[in-house]
């Protein structure tokens, strides 16, 4: 059904650590989006088919209201809130599975906690170079997202049966919010044959991509149309566009995680933008999205000019300094990474 891609050694591996395991702990990125909620979800519920002791997914921080409808996200514990909770968890656990990341200061405040675990540490991912900080690493940056991966390792395990609905639900969840609804990082034909395999397992795609894309609040909607009418800014002669929100911004807005969520793609329906730039202010720092079409490879762009990284056509980054600042830097990178130099003859 599907190409084998996963080494039998670590299929071995992982069969054995969960074998033996008995306490599990599934931890993601900061700030999590619906992959690193679904991948990690969808592997509690997998988990859960076993008699184990205990099984928790720990995220550092708030995750979109969007999200929260998923199979098993009111069990999900916030690092943030339940620092001492979530230490001891990590601290007793057999086996610490680090889902959508790559790079262990993507975890944030709760890095630390994870670094002192002597629990077996798996990353499952789908990001470029991965960091060596895990006993195993099964990193796969050709998948469209972590949660399809984890829906291959469950396959390759043998276990397909495994997967009820409310797993199905979680990796499919994760699999269309990580390639935009399959508008992009999508174009692999096997795809569509976990998406066939997951519906028969019950659920409705349609219902999912209508909680996710189309259940907002009105704060959420005023601030887009604030957005594309106020502050979006074409550069045309780069076929470029950006977007920059304060804090202050933000707050007039009501801002609660995940409204932003999807913005940075809004200026790419402009036939004539390839490349989009979203710079958002945070509290000690500004977080920046990215997304492009065709060749331009936004993710160089990202580790160039603002720390980051991520897939060609979808990445992120970070800068220390103020919006004035990024948008300086930003505008130079233009002069020297034009999307007009990477459009094919």
């Keep these: 059904m599907l190409t084998k891609i996963i080494d039998n050694d670590k299929i071995h591996k992982l069969k054995t650590y969960i074998d033996k395991g008995d306490k599990f702990v599934i931890v ?49 514990i916030l690092y943030e809130q339940y620092p001492d909770f979530a230490t001891q968890l990590i601290n007793e656990a057999d086996v610490v599975f680090c889902l959508d990341l790559n790079a262990i200061k993507r975890l944030g405040k709760m890095a630390d906690a994870v670094a002192a675990s002597d629990a077996r540490k798996i990353m499952i991912d789908h990001h470029p170079d991965p960091d060596d900080f895990c006993k195993m690493i099964v990193s796969y940056p050709e998948m469209s997202s972590t949660s399809e991966l984890v829906f291959r390792i469950i396959c390759a395990l043998g276990d397909i049966d495994l997967i009820e609905k409310e797993a199905a639900e979680c990796i499919f969840t994760g699999m269309m919010t990580d390639t935009g609804s399959f508008g992009y990082s999508s174009n692999n034909a096997e795809i569509y044959i976990i998406v066939s395999e997951l519906i028969k397992k019950g659920i409705d795609k349609d219902e999912i991509y209508r909680k996710v894309n189309q259940v907002y609040s009105e704060h959420r909607l005023r601030l887009m149309g604030y957005v594309l009418y106020e502050k979006m800014k074409i550069y045309p002669d780069k076929k470029t566009a950006m977007f920059v929100l304060s804090q202050e911004e933000l707050n007039r807005f009501r801002y609660k995680s995940g409204d932003t969520e999807g913005f940075v793609n809004l200026p790419l329906s402009i036939g004539e933008i390839s490349f989009s730039i979203f710079f958002r202010e945070e509290t000690n720092l500004i977080k920046i999205s990215m997304r492009s079409t065709g060749d331009f490879p936004c993710n160089r762009f990202a580790a160039e000019y603002f720390n980051g990284g991520g897939h ?34």
């Design 28 to 76: 993601s990125h900061e700030m999590p989006d619906g992959d690193a909620i679904g991948s990690s979800l969808g592997l509690y519920h997998y988990l859960m088919s076993f008699d184990k002791k205990s099984i928790k997914v720990i995220v550092p921080n708030r995750f979109p209201a969007f999200l929260k409808w998923m199979p098993g996200a009111i069990d999900v």
């Design 312 to 345: 060609k056509n979808a990445s992120g980054g970070e800068f220390y300094g103020t919006l004035e600042e990024a948008v300086k830097v930003f505008e130079n990178g233009l002069i020297q990474f034009n999307p007009n130099n990477f459009e094919k003859s």
